[in-house]
């Protein structure tokens, strides 16, 4: 709850002011019943008509003022929540773009989304709820009791006697709701997860023929979240019907009780009229803090998950590390000795030490990595799927921290920069980049001002601009949703076009020319040569004829390093680059 009284404190004069004008309506509301048990009891025996239709006037004014002053209240509900909800949407994104790569993946992506829509939704509702049922509840309640006992103390005795035993019944069951619809939100997540797999793979499913297996594989996932939410709708809707049991019995005593009394002439029979709106009113109060508590049971599970994400504390923080010493000062870019594997550890079963994770369950990708790349130099990487040359690239722009030994650019170890500092020294295009829905142009530039030449530089460099010039909207045309009405090679010369876009210090391509025939990949290297002679390369590939001419090669097996230099050193030395070579360039040479 602390998150939302977070959220809430920015907006307490809306608040303040709703709340003053539900409470108003409330009282208003109040005095209706009163009114109609004075038109009965004191009104009525007069026989004067018009003072009848006077009280009568009176009611309606009342019911007016009660309506007007609901529908500003609500409305000013709605809006705070709808800003909350805003805010909170927006911190949860912020916080979640600067995740580190480990931490993101100790959450999931499927447990991202369902934070920041289904759990953001429940705090809202419970945001715009407790400023409407929360006050307006609470008076119905005591304002009834209040009222009632004034009318008839012992007829209001009744609902004195029925009121401390459905508040034990509410708080009772309410205890046990939040770790019911925490348990819901975990299956939600399991749910997304299923659905994005199916959703970004349907072409792998169809081409398979698994349609019937994913649907077996959703409708378990679906069937344990309906369980789930079954029994937390069971558990938190049982107070409902036990209340409505104990208010119809008190109902029942206060018409026995109280025709008794006018029988014997101690009250009036307006009062019972009365006796029973304001019971029904005194129902609604409870029946709407037994909402507000399984609203809340919900909402605090979902704020729980939500503050786990904005409290995680930042495990990349720039350190200050005066031991920190590079071995080959003059070198662009130097892996010293370095190891790393990704934890396979929840983020709740982590070591809370800001040291190496030594000891812990985890993958071992990269063992002993250790090299160096002067400015202007070129390094390719190549080796088997799985044997860790993105992860060098994630390492080289801190996407992560290595477990073992440093790393340096232009001398200084990437713990101690600015990530921004950091990764505005590169551009880097990756196998399966993202275009995003937007145009060509936006798609290249990226939100960095690039003028339209820049752009179309940028694109020729990259061998697109020929492709984009030949559309009737150029620059201006829009790509779909991860480029679907893009080919694979226009795709990722798009990503090549941005990675150069802004003549970056440091080009890494990640496998990013797969797509491309050897002609058009074979000029795109030429390109780069020509207009990026100082720019330091590193181009991951499983072409063997896109890194043959570059300074440096690294040869990885397994994580690691098991031949380093150029291409005419590693045919003669390193025997899997040679047996890889003569597999693929064999028929050629």
Known sequence: MHLIAHYMREHWKKITGGITLKALASLSELMIPYILEHIIDEVVPQKNIRLVILWGFGMILAAFIVRTLNVNANYNAVAVGRDCIRKLRYDLFRKTVYLS?????????????????????????????????????????LGGIIVTMIMDPALSGILCIMVPILGVIIFTVSRKGIPLYTKVQKNVDNIVRIMRENISGIRVVKALSKEEYEKKRFDNANREMTESDITAGITMSMPGPIMQLFLNIGLTCVVIVGAYRVNNGIIEPGVILAFLTYFNMILQGVMGLNRIFMMMSKATASADRIEEVLKTADDQPVLNLPDSVCPDPDAHIVFNHVNFGYNALPLEKRSDSSESFAGETQ????????????????????????????TILNLMMRFYDCNDGEVFINGKDVRTYDKKEL????????????????????????????????????????????????????????????????????????????????????????????ALDYKTDAALRKSLQTEFKDTTLVMVAQRISSIMGLTNIIVLDEGRMIGYGDHAHLLATCPVYKEIYESQMGDIA
């Open 363 to 390: 993958e071992q990708c990269l063992t002993d990595i250790n090299f160096s790349i002067r400015h202007g130099e070129s390094l390719g990487i190549i080796g088997a799927t799985g044997s860790g040359k993105t």
């Open 101 to 141: 790569g480990s931490t993101f993946d100790s959450f999931g992506l499927p447990s991202i989304t369902s934070r920041m829509t289904s759990d953001s939704y429940n705090v809202q509702n419970f945001i715009v709820s407790i400023q409407a049922m929360g006050i307006r509840s609470p008076v119905m309640l």
């Open 423 to 514: 990764r505005g020294k590169f551009g880097i295009a990756l196998q399966n980049d993202t275009i995003f829905n937007d145009t060509i142009e936006n798609n290249i530039s990226f939100g960095r001002d690039l003028s339209r030449e820049q752009v179309a530089h940028a694109a020729g460099i990259a061998k697109l601009a020929e492709f984009v010039e030949g559309l009737e909207d150029g620059y201006d045309h829009m790509a779909d949703i991860k480029g679907a009405n893009l080919s694979g090679g226009q795709k990722q010369r798009t990503c090549i076009a941005r990675a150069v876009a802004d003549n970056p210090e440091i080009l890494i391509l990640d496998d990013s020319s797969s």
